[in-house]
């Protein structure tokens, strides 16, 4: 039998959750902040650097990647022998300039302190954030993911969650903006499209696999968020990393602080990776959770048809990056698309559940 | 798009075109034949194919599906009288089993096997053959790195090589040296063999899961049925209400176990504010019994909990109200006594009911209506129902008299009544009115036509059952697809090449290489690691802090960088034997430089 509700401790829940969201918001100008900053001040140096008649390298001062001098666009050891990679390879280096951030997007010596004060309120927005999360579910007397409301908050949570991680061993503050932009969107879709307030869980859905399925599912999502904005940036750098090669003007400033787009190739496939095996998870505990619950573990309904076209898509994504004239660019097509099916199928979800209302029925 | 894009067009264009014309004339009808299959395996189909399966699917979420709901697709093309019947001849309301649907993944299946068998058999001479022979030039490998043992250590060339293969063999490599007894003896190394494997295992795995859906649904067999309390199914073709059974199925696979239905508990939420009265407990405490002389066991059938019985699942799925009547015809005789499944139609448990009483005598009647758990009436004047639970049952019925048209053998739903040939008796627009009836009242029709009685209301649960053989295989495939799939993903496959010779000064210079196949980021640590082991190995002294001798001691700028993970002393390129002894000794390699993958 289901716990007890406690309604108050709902209303700290949203208390909670309104709160993290104004962090999140400080966090975000923060993180804006220090895009506009750095890139003022690295244009800045190009500048001295140019005037100087510096040639080749530009001094250790500013950029990101400064620190070990020059673009990393070496991938993974057997890129090179890729005829994509080696053209990528000379757009970096060949404007003169540092083009991109460091590939291996570790952490420089110099101190970018709007990124630090951003990663300090976005540390403390989780926090706010996980309180949230934690007084719905002991509210509820459950998961807190049983409905819209609560995959969204406790998805959101998540994002951030593993965005903070993640920043523990790489430099990603890069994606700050994105990815504290979207965890906001998130919480505001939440309050006002998809408020609900605690309840208990209709039978369909009490079951432990909810514990094992969603959980997998949000944090695949979750993963497959970062590498969404690691697939768009990389398009954008590809681009712009094009345009300096061929000497054009470097319109997108901004974006020498975001490594090359081989590096957030790279990255994004070993992330891709990792969320693809959690999907495959998502996949299948949803069948297993589908066969005790309807006697049938595939029925091909919206949900399922859907996971499935995830699940195939990102399959493509992997296929992708061993294909000749497909990884790159197009690679990072695939994982764009491939999480545009994971907002539809997230919003989709919600006609789902009120599908399962009509549970009692016949 | 992207200058990746154009650089390879611009490549394959002028590649195209020299083949085509290089192999349109020589192709023969088994030339045809090898050339498509070549095609139909190769990665690009596989990729092309995949996303193609992808887009298919995605029909089958937009359109009503017949599997699914037959009634709304039948509905739904009735709505769209203009493309209804077009899209219904594009199959798009059958999608999964549509022509093009099984073509895609059928080719997809093809191009996978066609794709798996030569890579397992290769794989299969690949792990019985040696590492690939020793570079030439190690220093064009994506890792490299050199050591010095010094002269006074006494470690020459050929010690330096075994120790090397030493390290390398404790680390899970196959080794193999070579010219040991040589002026520069080498070895090879491989490892991360499972990787491969991993991925044929996956994607054999794949074809497994197809397999035992599709046995599944040959050998299985599912069903539904409506239990009353009080009511027992019995595992036989005739205890079903509906019944589908597997292309292979005969009727002697059936185990006549039985289950009853003693009783029916829901619990409603009577706490939360948003939530209050939905249903958040099902239990249905059931009798079943293996077979017919199998002692009774009393079970709880629940929701995500289904009971197992004689091979088959049987779950819960549905539930409602089954008010109890008694009719009355004509004549005074009971036509009818028992519970009436109602179905249910809107919130709280709002229900239609439908009669037919084919014994009435002299005419048939029948009656259709609502079922209300706790019946209220609004400010319009229209009935609802309050709550879910049973505070206020009632039923309002209209009544008919006349032919059912029972008797003509075609088959009816009974939760509908076809009023057109039936004379009304009672409605609302009618003089007699319409018929509303509590628990344990009796209404009399008119003109002498019967009497209808509400006796009470019991709780009925629809179950499911399903016999699906393919199930148990089809997750053992789905747990060796992943498995294969981590295998896959996280072994990684690298070679290792280490040369050593002898300087003029007695000194014994070390280089060895690292390559690997597939994605691997790992691959600059694989070698730092190495590089120390190799250190240990040698008792070379502790190298400098990381990162200082790579930086600085960078002889020149048209050495490619490394990545720069590789630490300490990978710029050494000046001192490998091979470059030491530039000249003066002739080293044995081949041409080309180490094998390429693709
Ligand atoms: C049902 C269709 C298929 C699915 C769902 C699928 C899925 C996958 C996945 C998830 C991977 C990445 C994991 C790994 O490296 O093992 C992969 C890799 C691979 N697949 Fe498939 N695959 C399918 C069909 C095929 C076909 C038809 C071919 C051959 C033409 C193929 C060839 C490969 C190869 C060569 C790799 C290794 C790629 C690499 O080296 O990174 N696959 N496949």
């Known amino acids: 039998m289901p716990f007890g509700i406690n309604e108050t401790m709902g209303q700290y829940s949203e208390l909670f959750m309104l709160l993290a969201a104004g962090t999140y918001t400080v966090a975000f100008i923060a993180f804006a902040w220090d895009l506009a900053k750095s890139s003022k001040a690295l244009r800045a140096v190009d500048l001295k650097a140019a005037q100087a008649g510096a040639a080749t390298k530009v001094p250790v001062a500013a950029g990101v990647g400064a620190g070990s001098a020059g673009a990393r666009l070496d991938g993974p050891a057997d890129r090179a022998e890729r005829p994509s990679s080696s053209a990528a390879r000379t757009t970096g280096s060949g404007a003169g300039g540092v083009v991109t951030a460091d590939g291996d997007m570790k952490y420089a010596t110099e101190r970018r302190v709007p990124a630090r004060v951003a990663v300090a309120l976005t540390t403390l927005a989780v926090l706010i954030h996980g309180a949230g999360v934690v007084t719905r579910a002991l509210g509820a007397g459950r998961v807190p993911w049983g409905n819209m409301y609560e995959f969204l908050t406790t998805g959101a949570f998540l994002v951030a969650a593993v965005f903070l991680l993640s920043l523990i061993r790489r430099d990603l503050r890069f994606l700050g903006t994105f990815v504290v932009g979207l965890v906001i969107i998130m919480l505001v879709a939440a309050s006002v499209a998809f408020w609900t307030p605690v309840g208990h869980l209709v039978p369909a859905l009490q079951s432990y696999w909810l514990v094992i399925h969603v959980s997998i599912a949000v944090l695949s999502s979750a993963l497959f968020t970062l590498t969404f904005a690691m697939s768009a940036l990389q398009l954008v750098q590809s681009h712009r990393q094009k345009t300096v090669a061929a000497g054009g003007a470097d319109k997108l400033g901004f974006m020498r602080l975001v490594p090359s787009a081989l590096s957030l190739e790279n990255l994004s496939y070993r992330i891709n990776a990792i969320a693809f095996i959690g999907w495959t998870f998502t996949l299948m505990f949803g069948a297993i959770w589908a066969e005790k619950a309807w006697g049938r573990f595939w029925g091909w309904d919206t949900k399922e048809v859907w996971t499935f076209v995830i699940w195939v898509v990102y399959a493509g994504y992997l296929h992708a990056r061993a294909t000749r004239g497909w990884t790159g660019t197009r690679a990072a097509w695939l994982s764009i698309v491939g999480y545009l099916c994971v907002i539809f199928n997230f919003t989709i979800v919600n006609q789902f559940f009120n599908g399962l209302h009509s549970y009692s029925g016949l | ?598």
């Not at chain 2, 299969?124 to 570079?135: D, E, G, I, L, V």
């Not at chain 2, 176990?257 to 059931?286: C, H, M």
């Not at chain 2, 009816?412 to 509590?438: H, M, S, Y």
């Not at chain 2, 209301?457 to 789905?478: E, M, T």
């Open chain 2, 1 to 598: 798009m992207s200058e990746r894009v154009n650089v390879k067009k611009k490549q394959s264009a002028p590649v195209k075109e020299a083949k085509a014309q290089a192999a349109l004339p020589a192709l023969g009808p088994k030339g045809m034949l090898r050339w498509a299959w070549t095609q139909l395996t190769s990665m690009r189909t596989a990729l092309f194919l995949l996303l193609l399966l992808a887009v298919a699917a995605v029909p089958g979420s937009l359109f009503p599906q017949r599997p699914a709901n037959p009634a709304v697709v039948t509905q739904y093309i009735k709505d769209h009288p203009d493309y209804g019947k077009l899209l219904d001849s594009l199959q798009l309301y059958d999608v999964y089993s549509s022509a093009w649907f099984s073509a895609i993944y059928l080719l997809l299946f093809i191009s996978l096997i066609g794709c798996v068998v030569p890579r397992a058999i290769a794989h299969y001479k690949a792990m019985r053959s040696q590492p690939p022979r020793t570079p030439q030039r190690l220093s064009r490998l994506p890792e490299y790195g050199t050591l010095v043992i010094p002269a006074d250590a006494a470690v020459p060339a050929s010690e330096a090589v075994s120790g090397a293969a030493r390290v390398l063999r404790k680390r899970g490599y196959r080794v193999e040296v070579r010219d040991a007894d040589g002026a520069l003896p080498s070895l090879g190394a491989e490892r991360g063999f499972m990787k491969e494997v991993g991925n044929l295992v996956f994607h054999t795995s794949l074809i497994g899961v197809l397999v035992s859906v599709a046995a599944g649904g040959l050998f299985g067999y599912s069903g539904q049925r409506i239990l009353v309390e009080g009511d027992t199914f019995v595992n036989t073709l005739v205890g079903y209400d509906q019944f589908n059974p597997g292309t292979n199925f005969q009727s002697s696979q059936l185990q006549p176990y039985s289950l009853q239905l003693d009783k029916f508990n829901i619990t409603f939420d009577r706490e939360s504010r948003g939530k209050f009265g939905q249903p958040i407990d099902f239990a249905a405490t059931v009798t079943t019994k293996e077979n017919p002389d199998a002692p009774p066991k009393q079970e709880i059938l629940k929701v995500n909990d289904p009971v197992t019985l004689g091979g088959t699942s049987i779950y819960l799925t549905g539930n409602g109200y089954a008010p109890v009547v008694t009719i009355r015809d004509g004549a005074g005789n009971v036509a009818m006594q028992g519970p009436v499944v109602a179905k249910l139609q809107g919130d709280n448990y709002y229900s239609s009911v439908v009669i037919k009483v084919p014994d009435a005598q002299p005419d048939q009647l029948g009656f259709v209506g609502f079922f209300l758990p706790t019946a209220f009436v609004s400010d319009k004047n229209v009935s609802f129902s309050a709550d879910p639970e049973l505070f206020n049952p009632q039923l309002t019925l209209n009544s008919y008299y006349g032919d059912l048209g029972l008797n003509k053998g075609a088959p009816q739903n009974v939760f509908e009544l076809d009023v057109k040939n039936l004379t009304p008796l009672n409605a609302r627009n009618l003089a007699a009115g319409g018929i509303t009836l509590a628990p344990g009242s009796t209404y009399t029709l008119p003109d002498g036509k019967g009497s209808i009685s509400f006796d009470g209301v019991k709780r009925y649960i629809g179950v499911d059952i399903h016999h699906n053989p393919g199930q148990l295989y089809a997750l053992v495939f789905a747990l060796l697809a992943v498995a294969g799939l981590i295998l896959s993903l996280y072994v990684n496959r690298r070679r290792v090449w280490v040369r050593t010779g002898t300087a003029d000064d007695g000194r014994t210079m070390v280089e060895y290489g690292l390559l690997a196949r597939g994605e691997d980021h790992r691959l600059a640590g694989e070698a730092a690691a190495l590089r120390k082991l190799f250190a240990t190995e040698w008792q070379l002294p502790e190298e400098g802090a990381p990162g200082d001798t790579s930086e600085n001691a960078a002889p020149s700028q048209q050495t490619p960088r490394r990545t720069s993970d590789n630490v300490a002393g990978s710029a050494g390129k000046a001192e490998g034997p091979a470059a030491n002894a530039e000249g003066s000794i002739t080293t044995p390699a081949g041409p080309t430089g180490p094998e390429k993958d693709q």
